[in-house]
């Protein structure tokens, strides 16, 4: 599998853009990187994922490098609802398994 | 948008007592998969299932069983209780087509106590 590596927490003004990066060096042609949060006493929360395009939804952007080795997941208005811990995993290919890191817990501040 | 249903948020059971927690999901997915999330441990799978009446191991099943008789429903059943099975239980299911490009949509957990 490929491994992932995030900082382990990160603060962020409230209304200000979140950048969250992730750094999968390991990464294979066919493997995904999916995003994913989980906010506290909640199941985790799909977020966006992708290959090797940038992607964007009405949560969040994904914004990977042209050589796929880390990736920047990005909320573009933050609020207060966004603190969580957000998890950054590389899917392997025709793996049902999702392996979940530490993540990096993000608190926005008012 | 898609509905994983645990059927209890909170669960108190005694050693050596049968467990079942249940869980429903509304999209009409082939997968389904049961995790237990522990503080420093992350989600680990238990058992995953990718039709009715199949199941997979994960990777800690000792202790556990599940069941699965219709598309919707799956149920994880802890055979006989044990404290060491105190955990936050989590539901997903996904669809089974290019898997590894179909997300898991979990559920909001049951979080057990075992005593």
């Known amino acids: 599998d490929a491994k992932t590596t995030q900082p382990p927490s990160m603060d962020c003004a409230e209304g200000r853009a979140a950048n969250l990066p992730c750094n999968h060096s390991?990464?294979?042609?066919?493997?995904?990187v999916y995003w994913y949060r989980q906010i506290h006493s909640q199941g985790p929360q799909y977020i966006i994922h992708g290959l090797k395009n940038n992607e964007t939804n009405e949560m969040a952007s994904l914004i990977i490098t042209e050589d796929r080795k880390s990736s920047t997941l990005i909320l573009p208005h933050a609020t207060l609802r966004d603190t969580a811990v957000y998890y950054c995993?590389?899917?392997?290919?025709?793996?049902?398994?999702?392996?979940f890191g530490a993540g990096t817990t993000v608190t926005v501040r008012a | 948008d898609v509905k994983v249903t645990q059927s209890s948020r909170y669960l108190v059971k005694r050693t050596g007592e049968k467990v079942f927690l249940e869980c429903v999901q509304d999209m009409d997915h082939e997968n389904m998969f049961w995790y237990r999330q522990d503080p420093g441990l992350g989600l680990r799978l238990i058992y995953f299932s990718y039709d009715v009446k199949m199941k997979e191991k994960g990777d800690i099943p000792e202790g556990y069983s599940v069941s699965r008789e219709k598309k919707e429903r799956f149920s994880l059943i802890l055979e006989s209780a044990s404290t060491n099975q105190t955990s936050m239980y989590l539901c997903?299911?996904?669809?089974?087509?290019?898997?590894?490009?179909?997300?898991?949509?979990f559920g909001n957990g049951t979080r057990l106590t075992v005593t």
């Open positions: 390991t990464i294979s042609g066919n493997e995904y």
């Open positions: 995993i590389v899917r392997v290919s025709n793996d049902y398994k999702l392996s």
């Open positions: 997903a299911s996904s669809q089974r087509r290019a898997l590894y490009n179909s997300p898991l949509h």
